[in-house]
């Protein structure tokens, strides 16, 4: 069952019924100033920080669903009635609907008795503020009276505080009101020196700024007092909740229609010119007078859609594909381009099932994010890679978060989450064969960002490796530490007491747990290192890494292989985890994907043999779950793992992240058809005909599916901020449809479907565009290549001379 | 206007319309297992610690207003019509409506088109369970085809982690329901060895544990599909958000009527037994099934009852009066005392106002809340001193707070609050007064909890008093620290910085701001260990002590004094605060207050001149505000006293706590009629009748009232859990009515207004009973004292012999 359709063509989701089965959210602004926004207009807003700068209130896991966000209500004066074009607050049914969920923007319309009613929600590039933009236009064939009412509630600021200290905070409210704008500032008295506005196009009727003043006591946002009554009560908040609400009549003529447009912003004032005039108590409205003036004009805000759209456009259009699957298509094209870009902004902070009051930046969670963005925004990427080796501590260990706006590492969670130093290489090695840039290896970094502390990168990268090295155990393993890529397989943490960290609570040595993924990411992370030592001329260097990871890869052999696939880990008394000698958890999926991906078992059969357990085992229709059998209790020496119910999450779960590895390793043995029926298993484009059971969004992916020991499996949890999209991307693009950067130029080596006759791809590679065309002419993976017309060898287009920016690509597949 | 009636003979408050300005509350439950509940049946339940075993989800700040709770549906099959006997959630129009708050109870009945039903609601003593026991009745004439549906939401335990990390909480979610019992067990799997259960005493026509099953996608609590449907889904909860809800179909005849009762427990079961049968995943129940069979029974739900209502009615008739003004009876009599039990169970924690996920037990808090209940339950009293003694640090200092679980001091807020250790003498003298019980001052307790550290508690009185003497600033005041009683007078603390907290960012040495109420403060308390030391027979450490109280008294005279008033403080630059020389902040409340009632300018007129000076320019109609004239500005020197708009909380307030401080000090003077009509202004019961001002609860106090600058005036914040009431009930019983307990026994010595003819009371102090009368002969406050019908000189009651039960008092009053 489907509650919407893609728009291709527009790069547009359009959503047709209000009520999908969980909101289906999307994401405005991508400098500073962001929004969640949903399908019927729930969500919130916020500047920078979604926990100490939130600009809206915003109640997560409310009742009803997703109450609360960016609502317009549209009053009939001649009849009374009232409704919500967005369907929210007001359910009421409306005759038609459309939500159109693009690039950093959407469009909610209804029409309702004639009344049409369209509101495009997007931020400009550059400014920080949202805009509403209304249009509302009479079907009718009669005059329509109509009263249009804005309304937000405001945040006072630290989401956290805002939803806990009520005995100070219900004192402290404040606004102005002027020119009908209206500036929401609590605190601003005292330290804060930012402020809200709340501003209107149209010539306005009344305002509220006080939330019971615009509903009436105990009630709700579905039938506001004020709206009832068709008239605002220009209430002005004293404590409790400012809000913010405008109300414009309007009388349209049949067939007329007319624009009103809202500003939701926010700003910063100098600290010493905070009031007008100085001394006074009086926001200094000066510079935001200017911007709001600009953008309540309709062509100044067309003008800015027009650039954010291109922005957009550009950013997509760096690498496109035309396979014969529309989900491949429209998922590389847009959605998963997208939701990289999206996973870059927010790391883990704000979506509908993350609160922006929780978890800073992850070390491993951005170094992986990168691998899907950096081919969009190389210089931000190359900038992020250096504020995460900034946190990086001398040891070559990472504090496992971070957090943004300081950018100093968290020590409330601390380091020792063993695999974090290794995923640096991954993310500055794909930095390096997207942009070859190779001065990024010499820029100075800090340690644990004390100044003096500083060596050039590629030492950073060196000690990353070395950490590994220098921590293995009783079988010559690298020891897991807290946990590994799973962060919920704790094994030095025998966790009793409800409440305690699962991560931190750490009680035991760590001397003995050991984990086989760390040993397949050192495989990858190593010859990765390798190369880029052999690349700067450092030859020995590389010899010794590569000798360290076949020394590795020797271990794995004698003790991480189990017979018919590779192992997880040792646990805290020696024992194997992933084993067929364990009753549960007999085989995960991690080590699978990451050892073949770090090219263990591809000469002998193993990677084969483990593909085909992984098949056998723990693949599903809805994508393949991360262990089995699913842990039916809690194991105190396994930690958060066996928290879960049997199906959800780590405990079971289709955990998306990891499927890609297995796509990868598929392709790694030749298999296009398997790797390709995984890829669709989890991709969302793939999943909207069956929304009934995924109920999350059908065009971003979710970091879970619930497993096949669920009762609810195929339903996905935990949409858009997830690891997932990054690797998903590399695993469709640089492995199946094998457009693959590499040091020396852009790899083609598709690993597609036997059905196929091919495809084709433009792509943006260091500032060159290829035409890529790839036809089969026999049933495997073979390639010939042609650049320019011109015969080549191997599968790696040499770069270009400088100056050529169009390079012609043609490969045959056989 | 208002919103109900006090009914005194059941000591209950009745509301008779529902929608009162705010949610008027109440408490269940004082032992381990607690709830508040509004008087439309809103609120939620917690076992001991309301962040960390919340068993039911609450939204505090939400909208509509105070939505979710203990709700109640019924459905009239036949019409399918549908409504909440407690008018919230679905707001339908009631015919008749009544909620009585009682003590520990709230009974909540109405009637809509000839369907009566009441619900009570209560914990029984000694069980970690609540029971809601419904009655309904058919008063039509015909017979009722009815379906009622009761409702709950579970909270997964942590409420701060309940509301913030989704990404794991909607995967955890489960339950069982056996016998159409609903048992909550989210996380049991792992580590927590507690659930909660929610059982029904009817035959169950269905049920559902899946919230959105229950109220459909979209729907809120006002309009569940299942209710409007008329069947339940028998859903079952696998993550998202458990519930729990049951159906019970009734028949009732013409006049008929039915009891349901339903019971909410949590129950801990030992970790090695948590599972039957062992091994199983299913939770042993065994326990709980004995409990829950017992209180499914009328019979005993209806004595339980019965024991609660006697424990609260014998805890509130150790002190009853019978004055001419009916205020001061029902507050003295019920509700202030009630008020004061509420203090001693939940400190801070919960209330409208408190989410329950904030502060720990304030250590200043704590020991004034103690001299209003230590008279109903001293051996809790004396619990609660020995615990707070033990966060006392071997400096004499102590943490500001410390958590109840633990009974450890708080890190993270620390010491240094300069008033804090002198709160304790006047907490232990109150208790001995009281009891008589001077062994507790041989008590061995340790500082900060230190095993081995441990000193007699007298030891810990005379380090709280040296505390004061060596800190001392450039007046030979005292160093005021972080705060004194005062939270919001922060000198140390210069913050610029959005989100510091105001008490803990102190960036000053400290060396310089001194605080002239902490040296009040120290003439109360030294003066309190004096008469102490003094009855040991120490006579030389009680002359050293009065030797020390009358050198700050000097200091007082000579650089606290004003000229019209006391001084506040000194700020960190060495310049007075709460002086005529401020143009802001020119007189604070606290000193006159607390220097008069250490004694400071009874003799000279000082104290007099004070109080003219608080009458004058501080006191309103609504009570006397904190200091005048408000800051308009946010001062960096003075903190956040000045971050709140003026006319809130310590920004010119009316901080009722204070108030009560004024009305001793005016009956020193001897002042009968002032005292008296200040305690009338913030006394609720005499503000019912402005209910559409106060706006809250108009039987229990309010932190703070809205100032006369505020825009407000008059409003109320901040009910139930504030010092306000431990004080109001000090002023009134033991200086206006004059009932003071006494180191050598029960003085009598009444300051009450000239109108008075007399009054009479019943206090039980140490085992005896007082029959006081006291009868106004003449217009002072002149007193002669009759013991059973003996003259006795001055205005103490001796001590009777050993076995004496009951005493006759008469007091004269000339």
Known sequence: MKFGTFDDQNREYVITRPDTPLPWINYLGCEAYFGIISNTAGGYSFYQDPRLRRITRYRYNNVPMDMGGRYIYLRDNTSGEFWSPSWQPTRKPLDEYTCRHGQGYSIISSSLKGVFASTRYFVPMGENLEV???????????????????????????????????????????????DGVIYHKTEYRERRNHFAYFACSAEVAGFDTQREAFLGAYRGWDSPQVVEAGQCSNSIAYGWSPVGVHQVNVTLQPGEERQVIFLLGYHENPADDKFDPPGSQTINKRAVKTVIRRYLQAEEADRAFAVLKTYWGELLDRFQVETPDEHTNRMVNIWNAYQNMITFN???SASYFESGIGRGMGYRDSNQDLLGFVHMVPERARERILDLAATQMASGGAYHQYQQLTKRGNDAVGSNFNDDPLWLVLAVSAYIKETGDWSILDAMVPYDNQPGSETPLYEHLQRSVRYTVERKGPHGLPLIGRADWNDCLNLNCFSSEPGQSFQTTTNKEGKVAESVFIAGLFAVAGREMAELAAARGNSAEARELISQVEEMEAVVYQHGWDGAWFRRAYDDFGRPIGSAQNEEGQIFIEPQGMC????????DG????????????????????????????????????SSYPPGYKENAGIFCHTNPWIMIAETLVGHGDQAHDYYLRINPSRREEISEVHRGEPYVYSQMIAGRDAATHGEAKNSWLTGTAAWNYVAITQYILGIQPTLKGLKVAPVIPAAWKGFKSTRLYRGVTYQIEVERKGPGNLTRLWVNGQAVEGNVVPLPETGVKDVQVKVELA
Chains 1, 2 share one sequence.
């Not at 509302?136 to 064939?141: A, K, L, Q, S």
């Not at 009669?142 to 945040?155: H, K, N, W, Y």
């Not at 073949?596 to 000469?603: C, E, F, K, P, S």
């Open 346 to 348: 927010m790391s883990r």
């Open 596 to 603: 073949i991906m770090g090219g263990l078992g591809l000469d």
């Open 132 to 178: 509403w933009q209304l249009t509302v236009r009479n079907d009718r064939g009669e005059a329509l009276d109509l009263s249009v009412f804005s309304s937000i509630e405001f945040c006072l600021w630290d989401a956290l505080d805002d939803s806990s200290n009520f005995q100070r905070n219900f004192s402290t409210g404040q606004v102005e009101v002027e």
């Open 606 to 641: 193993k990677a084969e043999q483990a593909l085909k357990s992984v098949g056998e085992r723990l693949a599903t229709m809805h994508g393949i779950v991360l262990q089995q059998p699913a842990y039916s209790q809690y194991y105190l020496h396994l930690g958060e793992i």
